[in-house]
């Protein structure tokens, strides 16, 4: 079993930046592909990047050119920069594990494990 912690969601305005983090313990063996997903409130949960452990990543349209996925696998962390930041990015943001199957496909029924979530939220 795997821990997943993120941390480094909060509050800013529109334009500013936040830098996720998620941090795995226990069994890491299988920390090949992870991603982060986000859901707002009354909506469905959407992927935002995937990356496997090579580095190749993916990421959701909506995203693309502002949000950079990374990951350190010496320390089992994942991150997430988040730049360029809109009010329709607000949500609580999850990382996940994926231990089988393609890795960049978003497709949070293919993610077996999950954290509990950082809440970000961006101001007009």
């Known amino acids: 079993q795997v821990q997943l912690v993120e941390s480094g969601g909060g509050s800013v305005q529109a334009g500013g930046s936040l830098r996720l983090s998620c941090a795995a313990s226990g069994d890491t063996s299988s920390t090949y592909c992870m991603g982060w997903f986000r859901q707002a409130p009354g909506k469905e949960r959407e992927g935002v990047a995937a990356i496997a452990r090579d580095g190749r990543s993916s990421y959701a349209d909506s995203v693309k050119g502002r949000f950079t996925v990374s990951r350190d696998n010496a320390k089992n962390i994942l991150y997430l920069q988040m730049n360029s930041l809109k009010p329709e990015d607000t949500a609580m943001y999850y990382c996940?594990?994926?231990?089988?199957?393609?890795?960049?496909?978003?497709?949070?029924?293919?993610?077996?494990?999950w954290g509990q979530g950082t809440q970000v939220t961006v101001s007009s």
């Open positions: 996940a594990r994926r231990v089988r199957g393609y890795c960049l496909l978003l497709v949070s029924a293919d993610f077996d494990d």
